[in-house]
């Protein structure tokens, strides 16, 4: 099976949505030099993910309902997140999600800004150790992955201290 493009993966997606999906492309780009664009299924769909060393670090998707952007910084910082759901009351948020119906619920500067804060967190995730499992002592890969955000600089009065996540 031949790996879609971008572009094809845009253009696959319907007119009326293309336009502001190419703009997001556009920006988490170029304001986001850490990451890498991949067409890969996540959650059961295929998206657009933008990884970081390879791990997803953002991912753009449209649903039959709305497009949604997946934000994994916005994910493990609390003060991030509170920042733009004051910003943008017409999207609906989840903890590390951004659902929109079309660009007035997700202007295009506010989504620059977002990823200009986001550029500044480095996703790293420690490699999984096994461990012995409770219930039967065999060693078991099942231990959640840890994300650290470490402070590359320090954007629009946030500031991203060491935080980790145990459970995703």
Same mark, same amino acid.
């Given at each position: 099976?031949?790996?879609?493009?971008?572009?094809?993966?845009?253009?696959?997606?319907?007119?009326?949505?293309?336009?502001?999906?190419?703009?997001?492309?556009?920006?988490?780009?170029?304001?986001?030099?850490?990451?890498?664009?991949?067409?890969?299924?996540?959650?059961?769909?295929?998206?657009?993910?933008?990884?970081? %060393?390879?791990?997803? &670090?953002? $991912?753009?998707? *449209?649903?039959?309902?709305?497009? !949604?952007?997946? @934000?994994? =910084?916005?994910? /493990?910082?609390?003060?991030?997140?509170?920042?733009?759901?004051?910003?943008?009351?017409?999207?609906?948020?989840?903890?590390?999600?951004?659902?929109?119906?079309?660009?007035?619920?997700?202007?295009?500067?506010?989504?620059?800004?977002?990823?200009?804060?986001?550029?500044?967190?480095?996703?790293?995730?420690?490699?999984?150790?096994? %461990?012995?499992?409770? &219930?039967? $002592?065999?060693? *078991?890969?099942?231990?959640?992955? !840890?994300?650290? @955000?470490? =402070?590359?600089? /320090?954007?629009?009065?946030?500031?991203?201290?060491?935080?980790?996540?145990?459970?995703?």
């Amino acid at each position: 099976m031949k790996k879609l493009s971008i572009t094809d993966f845009i253009n696959s997606i319907p007119a009326e949505r293309q336009g502001i999906l190419t703009a997001i492309h556009e920006a988490i780009l170029a304001n986001d030099p850490s990451v890498v664009p991949v067409i890969k299924p996540m959650m059961g769909k295929e998206m657009i993910l933008y990884e970081e %060393r390879c791990y997803m &670090k953002y $991912g753009l998707a *449209s649903t039959k309902n709305y497009m !949604s952007l997946h @934000c994994m =910084p916005m994910y /493990i910082n609390p003060a991030l997140h509170a920042k733009y759901v004051g910003l943008l009351p017409a999207a609906k948020f989840q903890k590390g999600c951004i659902n929109f119906m079309n660009g007035e619920e997700l202007p295009i500067t506010f989504l620059v800004e977002l990823i200009i804060d986001c550029s500044a967190i480095n996703i790293i995730v420690r490699p999984l150790t096994l %461990r012995p499992c409770w &219930k039967t $002592g065999r060693k *078991s890969r099942n231990e959640p992955v !840890s994300f650290v @955000c470490i =402070p590359a600089k /320090i954007q629009s009065g946030l500031m991203f201290s060491n935080c980790a996540v145990r459970s995703l």
